[in-house]
């Protein structure tokens, strides 16, 4: 059991540590959205750059946050009947939920993602529009790797499932 520990507080470590850089680019997306009305309203120029950077930076935080989100719990969920249920039932939910949905999906889309992501780096696709982002081939390189860190928090979440219907879940664990 001791590994299992381990390994789920090494993933969630790995996805707090990404969720604090995701928070600092929040900063900088709120900053760009700002330049560009100011630019848009008081000078009356847009630029496409600008425009683009504003969505690929917002992309990228949902992508890249999505494994600190679920590691905070902050996922959308209609809690009628699970915020009643005891923490061991409510760990089965998880546990059923990660193994018939979040795993499967996530392997889904990392491994369908794979060609459209080599695709754009091999030709190191860009913007289309003038003044555009040259690096769009980085932003989509953000898919698969967003999921890997959602599919290695929903593994987390399984270990401290089992660990909870266990009852071996160590007390300064987070309550699921």
């Known amino acids: 059991m001791k590994i299992l520990?381990?390994?789920?507080?090494?993933?969630?470590?790995?996805?707090?540590?990404?969720?604090r850089g995701v928070a600092w680019i929040t900063g900088l997306v709120v900053m760009v959205v700002f330049i560009d009305v100011v630019m848009r309203y008081a000078f009356n120029m847009s630029f496409?750059?600008?425009q683009e950077l504003e969505w690929h930076l917002f992309a990228f935080i949902f992508l890249m946050g999505?494994?600190?989100t679920l590691l905070k719990d902050g996922h959308v969920r209609v809690d009628i009947i699970y915020q009643?249920?005891?923490?061991?039932?409510?760990?089965w939910i998880n546990l059923i939920g990660v193994i018939l949905f979040l795993l499967p999906g996530c392997v889904m889309i990392i491994t369908s993602s794979y060609t459209f992501v080599y695709n754009a780096w091999a030709v190191m696709e860009g913007s289309p529009d003038p003044g555009g982002i040259p690096y769009r081939y980085i932003l989509k390189a953000a898919i698969p790797a967003g999921f890997i860190?959602?599919?290695?928090q929903g593994i987390?979440?399984?270990i401290k499932s089992i660990l909870t219907i266990a009852d071996s879940l160590p007390e300064k664990e987070t309550e699921l």
Do not use: C, M, Q
């Open 5 to 19: 520990v381990a390994i789920s507080r090494t993933i969630d470590h790995i996805n707090e540590w990404v969720g």
């Open 48 to 50: 496409v750059f600008t």
């Open 66 to 68: 999505a494994g600190y």
């Open 84 to 91: 009643r249920l005891n923490p061991k039932a409510r760990a």
């Open 149 to 152: 860190l959602v599919l290695l």
């Open 156 to 158: 987390s979440l399984g």
